[in-house]
């Protein structure tokens, strides 16, 4: 793969065009400062696509994907489109069949806390003191989300509705190699999280999680009730290093682990399918959070999880590490600076509340 790099730009609904702008800032310096150009195609999707052309996902922004080494995404949804049926709506319209597409079965969130960020988070400091960094590694395509039969309608005279809980062991099986070989290149310890005592699923995930487990002699492997998870998280945050989830579970305690680090809009993520050939992934790089209808159009908006969503697609899908490398130190020089946004903002001293262009601006310096 080399230099000019196809990236197609996807920024959505509601904050996602606020904080993409910001994105788009921060690789025009990268292509400044260390040569790579970069080709972007911007594409319709979400709410914005219903808007313009009637439909979530429209041919041509998945034909546009296809054609890119990567895809760069905002946030799709907001209430504009709920009373939509349900598969039309931008979620599952757009977002689940984009990583359902694209084989996306891999999703590594790295929740980070900087040193100088402790007083922002709501866990007590003491807790996170000298900073918190978690990497959540949520399986994407399997589970609630996609299993089948799905149902919602009348049934035996009442309403019911169906979701299916499908995992085959496969799934589980490569899911966990990700996560070992994460924990391996970090603090060697992996948490598994399953509901074990109640679902089928939950025994066939632990039994398979400790076969793969002994490919990786070194990793240090436990397992947890989820229930009992998202309650750890908070009591002793710092005794997690990489954290294994299904599907639904990953999207429920990486939101917990993002408010551990101040804020779901500090939170990366990175959706990633099978390594190819040269050892780089094609993937859809997204903010974990979604198109906050609250705060959108005021220009607000914490852009870090963006611009580290940014950092993540130039390491997994171009190997440019010196370059993500550098956007990742000019995020902590900034925060370290004492620049916050509203939603990382505790008045503490040193500290200065700006706005979303101007924290970008001060990144883009930085690098
Ligand atoms: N990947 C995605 O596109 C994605 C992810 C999650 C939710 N959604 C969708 O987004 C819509 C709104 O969902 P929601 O309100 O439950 O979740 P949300 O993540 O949009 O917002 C939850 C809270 O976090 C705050 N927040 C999120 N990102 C922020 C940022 N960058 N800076 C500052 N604050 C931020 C919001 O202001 C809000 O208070 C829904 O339609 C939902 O389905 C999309
Ligand atoms: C918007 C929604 C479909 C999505 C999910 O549940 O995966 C989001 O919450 C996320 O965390 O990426
Ligand atoms: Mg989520």
Redesign the pocket.
């Known amino acids: 793969m080399s230099s000019p790099y196809k990236i197609a730009v996807l920024a959505?609904?509601?904050?996602?065009p606020e904080?993409m702008a910001q994105a788009r800032h921060v690789l025009a310096k990268i292509s400044e400062k260390f040569g790579p150009s970069f080709e972007f195609t911007e594409q319709l999707v979400?709410g914005a696509a219903i808007d313009a052309v009637g439909k979530a996902l429209p041919a041509e922004t998945l034909a546009a994907c296809e054609a890119s080494d990567a895809i760069l995404?905002?946030?799709?949804?907001?209430?504009k489109?709920?009373t939509l049926p349900p598969n039309e709506q931008?979620?599952r319209g757009a977002?689940l069949p984009l990583r359902k597409h694209f084989g996306l079965f891999a999703n590594l969130r790295p929740s980070i806390c900087y040193p100088s960020l402790t007083h922002a988070s709501p866990v007590k400091e003491e807790l996170i003191a000298g900073g918190f960094d978690v990497l959540c590694v949520r399986e994407l395509t399997g589970g609630l989300y996609f299993g089948q039969p799905k149902f919602r309608g009348e049934k035996d005279g009442e309403m019911t509705a169906i979701d299916t809980m499908i995992y085959k062991k496969s799934e589980i099986v490569r899911i966990a190699h990700v996560a070992f070989k994460a924990a391996q290149g970090r603090r060697k310890q992996l948490t598994s999280i399953d509901k074990a005592n109640v679902l089928e699923n939950g025994i066939l995930w632990r039994a398979t999680v400790e076969e793969v487990a002994k490919d990786y002699p070194d990793v240090k492997l436990s397992h947890l009730y989820v229930d009992n998870a998202a309650m750890q998280l908070i009591k002793q945050p710092r005794s997690f290093d990489v954290v294994l989830c299904e599907n639904l579970f990953g999207d429920i305690l990486s939101?917990e682990m993002a408010m551990i680090t101040g804020?779901?809009?500090m939170l990366a993520s990175a959706s990633l399918g099978q390594a190819k050939g040269d050892g780089l992934y094609f993937g859809l790089f997204?903010?974990?959070?979604?198109?906050?209808?609250?705060?959108a159009g005021k220009g607000?908006?914490?852009?870090?999880?963006?611009i580290l969503s940014t950092a993540l697609l130039l390491r997994f899908s171009l190997g440019l590490e010196k370059e993500a490398a550098a956007i990742e130190a000019a995020v902590r020089k900034v925060i370290d600076d004492g620049l916050r946004?509203?939603?990382i903002y505790s008045g503490a001293e040193g500290t200065r509340k700006v706005n979303t262009a101007e924290i970008g601006s001060a990144i883009v310096a930085a690098i």
């Not at 959505?12 to 996602?16: E, F, V």
């Not at 997204?286 to 705060?295: C, F, Q, R, V, Y």
């Not at 607000?300 to 963006?306: E, G, R, S, V």
Request: proline share 12%; no cysteine.
């Open positions: 959505g609904d509601g904050i996602g904080v979400g995404f905002g946030s799709v949804g907001g209430p489109w709920e931008p979620e977002l939101d804020s779901l809009g997204e903010p974990s959070g979604g198109s906050a209808p609250d705060i607000i908006a914490n852009p870090i999880a963006q946004t509203g939603d």
